[in-house]
């Protein structure tokens, strides 16, 4: 019996339905909402309406080069893909300012595909590249300045290969002028399935004129795989091969390959690798070289540069836009005169015959112009030869650059007797258009003979000791206006009597002793107190076990012209004393050595007889404190 009045509660439809179940559902709706959205999203992807994005093509490409790029056409070939083929035609990119008229590039046609996906993740990967008519003109002022990358962009070898399947070049050249190196290249380029990658053009290099050719194999047939290529610059004046392979097809940031060099000038190689060589003589080398990115290691460097033999190694590195250097250099025999060109070889003979031979060397130490390289190179010259008799023997040192200072120490110059020890800084920091050179040079245990390049009638231990600073652009024009010392000190050796004597003005030892007797040299001192590159002997003395003479005088560079005069006493009897005094005149490869007027006049002699007649020869000179004036010569 139902109760009158009572209504029953009312019960929703999905209260039903358990909620596991329920959820289930829900998820189910929502995981097709997505999959309806992805794959709307992956139909839209792959439908892309490219060429709708030429206005941000063009904006992408004007803020990387710095100028307006415009562009006729974008246009996508086919119509349904993931991997789109894309066309653009006519790409213009203006020219820099600074680099002259015209453009820095025009593509006719340029057709790429490219996965989307990897687009979507901001990565722009082609897979293949077709190009038609492009036109490319590179330039690099004297600055090192270029035209291809925008101003303030750090150089960086460390980008990723471009990983290509197929690559078709046809109508395409390139056109690179570089003031730096005094370079130039007119090349044309082409890539397909059946021949590879070509270049071929004409060009010059230092004014010389050389013919440039690149091969390589084609991409389709390489892809995944090492790719090797040879390149080839040949002339009169430079001639140079390359057989390498590439990690991959075009991916020359990571290679291997053997070089080889032939030239009349290491500056014309220089021009190609660019890193900052010198001119010499002809030079013939190879090398074996890997790069991986910006760094470069180039070892079994072997050959002739003139008729000097090297060998060695180098690594190098790009850090911080600097190029950083370590290596080594070997040659078992070394002719310095091989290391000047032959137009400097040229001109150094011609200053030779205008100026006459000179000491100090000329040179070159300006690196104002290596401004971006540091590092260290460890030098030995195990022979040096050309020198006719030199007392020169053997070298060994270790360069050091860094930002503009270049130290050569420790530095040894062995000698066929004796070494020379020490050190020289060229500072050429903060901007100095000449640079601040400092020397600091010790002789031991050398002997004049050695010195002399033979044996002499004169012979004895020689120590020396250099310490100067200057400025100047070679070591010699340095010197010349130079602050410091030179110490030069000779002794415990031997002389003819006859020579002893004539020092100390005895006339009749000098004139009729016996050219076989020898006396004893106990010390010659010298030492140059360098004031602008004139050196005041302060002291200059000669003493002998017959004899003393004490100069005065100076020593002035970079003519080397010497201005001594020295005043002899003997320290034994004598039966006719002269007087007068030495002079010492000409260079210092080419001294004059004479007496004062009137020493030998007829006058003169008879009042030295006079003298000797009533017993007045003057004084006696005693032996002279070699040890002690050699401390003072040789102690900076």
Known sequence: MTRTGTKRPSVRPDAMIPLPFLAGRRLHIAAGVVVGLLAIGLITLAMMPWGAFKPSIERGLSDR??????????????????????????????????????????????RVRFSAFQLLFGRFRPGTIDVDGAHLVLVRDADRRNNWTRPGDAKSGGSSPLALKGLRIAHSMILYRDAFQDRSFAVKISADAATGVTIKGTGTVRGEAVTLAARGAAIEQASGKPWPFHAAIDGAALTMTANGTADGPLDLAHMTLDVTARADDLKFVDAIIEAGLFGTKPVQLAAHVRRDGTAWKVGSINGRIGSSDIVGHLDVDKVDGRTKLKGEVTSNALDFDDFA???????????????????????RINIRKITHSDGTIVFTARHLVGHGNSALAAMHGTLTLDHQLMTIAPFTLQLTRGAITGSMRVDQRGGRPVPLVTIDLAMRGSSIAALAGGGGEVDGRVDGRVTLIGTGSTIREAVGASDGMIGLVARDGALPAKVA????????????????????????????????????????????????????????????????????????????????????????????????????????????????????????????????????????
């Open 501 to 636: 004597s004539q020092l100390g003005f005895d006339a009749v030892r000098g004139l009729f002793g016996s050219g076989d007797d020898e006396a004893g040299l106990r010390c010659v001192v010298l030492r140059l107190a360098v004031r602008g590159g004139v050196g005041t002997a302060d002291p200059f003395l000669i003493d002998t076990t017959a004899s003393q003479a004490n100069g005065q005088g100076t020593i002035s560079f970079p003519s080397e012209a010497m201005a001594l005069r020295l005043v002899g006493t003997p320290k034994g009897n004598v039966i006719i004393k002269l007087p007068g005094a030495i002079i010492v005149g000409g260079t210092i490869r080419e001294p004059h050595v004479g007496v004062t007027p009137g020493v030998k006049s007829v006058g003169n002699i008879f009042k030295a007889i006079g003298r000797a007649i009533s017993g007045d020869n003057g004084p006696r000179a005693t032996d002279a404190d070699c040890e002690g004036l050699a401390r003072r010569a040789l102690g900076g």
């Open 65 to 110: 080069f710095g100028r307006p790029v415009t562009i006729g056409a974008v246009e996508r070939v086919d119509s349904f893909s993931f991997t789109p083929t894309v066309e653009i035609h006519n790409l213009r990119i203006p020219q820099a300012a600074w680099a002259g008229t015209g453009d820095l590039a025009r593509i006719e046609r340029l």
């Open 341 to 363: 060109s032959r137009a400097g070889a040229a001109a150094a003979a011609a200053e030779r015959q205008q100026i006459g031979p000179r000491l100090v060397p000329d040179t």
